[in-house]
């Protein structure tokens, strides 16, 4: 199966009480033209609307939006491999088209990211589109700090919903924000009460596929002199003491790149014990390749390959970690410069 075949799955993660299960409910009732399995860790908590049930088998319910929703067997890997035989076994029926996994409250996305990435099966027939994280306007500054699971959630996040708004003062909103920032700068955010979001905008995502991720490292590009905060122009973003020591580190370079050096570099950076790295993602300039070098990573899984297009000027890498030395790691990455051009 090429990757533009693979089922893709989105990770909905978040702090209990945040409003997974409310934005879980709103798929599964809305009309959107979309047909998604999603799977829940229980059925009661998502209270499906019988009178939106055309059908029930197994532990599959079918909804009269073309979703259908699932509770987690005994593990997701199996989960997804009993969901794909379903589909399979009902050519005849429109096929569901992407899998939205709720995750649940205090854990990390971490294991169930790697799951897809690298259990060999599951593998060949999803592909991991992006991570969903709902956070609570109010609660989720004082979580960053208490709890290490409210961090990785937010630092795993592709894109991040502020959801209770209705709960929250502006100036709470913007120390939200704020906070979210610090602990992941690439992140989109969203503000939502009751997870009123356009579930087609939410879920088209992408950001797995690196001609999505360019596209949108060339939408945020901007002039050197340019003083628009929004823009990423520093490398390294300070306040990680709260928020469990989670950050984001973005590193930069303007001359081409030893692919061999930076492979090895990026090896050991992901083996290191000092600091916990949950995410890289890189659109490079190597020297000798034309087109740009795509990197990607989730703990110390990593891939490398080509990307579309022209190789870009500028090399660019995002670290999303724990206890990252932004010193330290500037210094090597800037070793793994070509040494002759
Ligand atoms: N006022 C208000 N209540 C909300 C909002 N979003 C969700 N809720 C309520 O908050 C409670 C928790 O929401 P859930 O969707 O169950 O949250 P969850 O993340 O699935 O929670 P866990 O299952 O504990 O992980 C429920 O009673 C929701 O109805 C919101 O934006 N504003």
């Known amino acids: 199966m090429t990757d533009t075949q693979k089922l893709p799955v989105t990770l909905l993660a978040g702090f209990l009480g945040s409003g997974k299960t409310t934005l879980a409910n709103r798929i599964l009732s809305e009309q959107h033209n979309q047909r998604i399995a ?23 319910v079918e909804l ?119 602990c992941n700068r690439e992140a989109s955010i969203m503000q939502s009460t009751r997870a009123d979001v356009d579930v087609s905008d939410l879920l088209r995502t992408r950001t797995w ?33 709260h928020t469990s020591g989670v950050g984001t580190l973005t590193l930069r370079l303007d001359a081409p790149l030893d692919l061999n050096r930076l492979k090895m570099w990026l090896l050991f950076v992901s083996k290191r014990n000092s600091h916990e790295l949950m995410r890289l993602k890189g659109i490079l300039h190597c020297q000798g390749h034309e087109q740009p070098v795509i990197v990607q990573g989730v703990y110390q899984w990593l891939e490398l390959q080509s990307g579309p ?13 724990r206890h990252l030395d932004a010193e330290e790691l500037t210094r090597e990455w800037t070793d793994c410069q070509a040494r002759t051009v």
């Open 64 to 182: 009269n939006n073309g979703c259908i929703c699932c509770t987690v067997r005994n593990d997701l890997s199996e989960t997804l491999s009993d969901l794909m035989e379903r589909r399979e076994q009902f050519a005849n029926t429109e096929p569901f088209e992407r899998v939205l996994i709720e995750a649940s409250g205090m854990a990390s996305p971490g294991p169930a990211v790697q799951t897809l990435l690298m259990d060999r099966k599951l593998s060949t027939q999803f592909r991991l589109d992006g991570v969903i994280t709902m956070t609570h306007a109010q609660h989720i500054v004082d979580q960053l700090q208490k709890h290490p699971e409210a961090s990785e959630q937010v630092g795993y996040a592709d894109q991040i919903i502020l959801n209770h708004c209705d709960q929250s003062t502006p100036e709470a909103l913007e120390a939200a924000e704020n906070a979210l920032r610090t």
């Open 38 to 60: 999603v799977i829940v860790n229980e059925f009661g908590d998502v209270g499906i609307d019988g009178s939106l049930v055309v059908g029930v088998e197994d532990n599959v």
């Open 309 to 321: 297009g022209k190789a870009p000027e500028e090399s660019v890498l995002v670290l999303i970690g």
């Open 209 to 241: 596929e690196p001609e999505a991720w360019q596209l949108a490292r060339t939408e945020q590009a901007c002039e050197p002199d340019c003083d628009d905060e929004d823009h990423d122009h520093h490398d390294h973003h300070h306040g990680t003491t």
